[in-house]
């Protein structure tokens, strides 16, 4: 079998021998952000819906802007996600909270896979982050009978 190649930023992804849905749960491509990143959480590109969502840009980026970003409450167990993710080379899944530079708290669902090198070697992670802090607000439908 052979490792796929990492697409461009505008292609639909195909990692580790799956390829992405387009539509996720109903939402079109173009909602949501996409990186890449190195083995070791170095953001390598970002889309520019990603820079939206995070208000990051190529001037405010650090070396880890995971670190950065994600809200101190969740920092610990998001960070631990990503250890045993990228030791054990799976994908990773994640609904958390942001905040931007500016002080904006959005909280985001991210699924990255990973990216193998010829020798199955973990190079790196793609994947997509989406802003569902809308959601979090809307209460699910009454299922009781009136």
């Known amino acids: 079998m052979t490792t796929?190649?990492?697409p461009?930023?505008?292609?639909?992804?195909?990692?580790?021998?799956h390829a992405v849905d387009p539509l996720r749960d109903g939402v079109p491509l173009a909602e949501l952000g996409r990186f890449e990143m190195d083995r070791n959480?170095?953001?390598?590109?970002t889309s520019?819906?990603?820079?939206?969502?995070?208000g990051l840009t190529a001037e405010t980026l650090t070396p880890?802007?995971?670190?950065?970003?994600?809200h101190p409450d969740d920092l610990a167990d998001v960070l631990a996600d990503w250890d045993w993710?990228?030791?054990?080379?799976?994908?990773?899944?994640?609904q958390f909270r942001i905040r931007t530079p500016d002080g904006v708290e959005r909280r985001v669902f991210v699924c990255a896979w990973?990216?193998?090198?010829?020798?199955?070697?973990?190079?790196?992670?793609?994947?997509?982050?989406?802003?569902?802090t809308v959601r979090r607000w809307v209460s699910p439908p009454s299922t009781t009978a009136g």
Not at 12 to 17: K, L, S, T
Not at 64 to 70: A, F, H, L, T
Not at 85 to 94: G, K, M, V, W
């Open 4 to 6: 796929p190649k990492v």
């Open 8 to 17: 461009p930023s505008d292609a639909p992804a195909v990692m580790a021998g």
């Open 41 to 45: 959480r170095r953001l390598t590109r």
């Open 48 to 54: 520019a819906r990603w820079r939206e969502i995070t």
């Open 64 to 70: 880890d802007p995971w670190r950065d970003m994600v």
């Open 85 to 94: 993710a990228t030791r054990d080379q799976r994908d990773f899944e994640r």
């Open 114 to 132: 990973p990216v193998k090198g010829p020798a199955g070697e973990l190079c790196g992670y793609t994947g997509t982050l989406e802003d569902v």
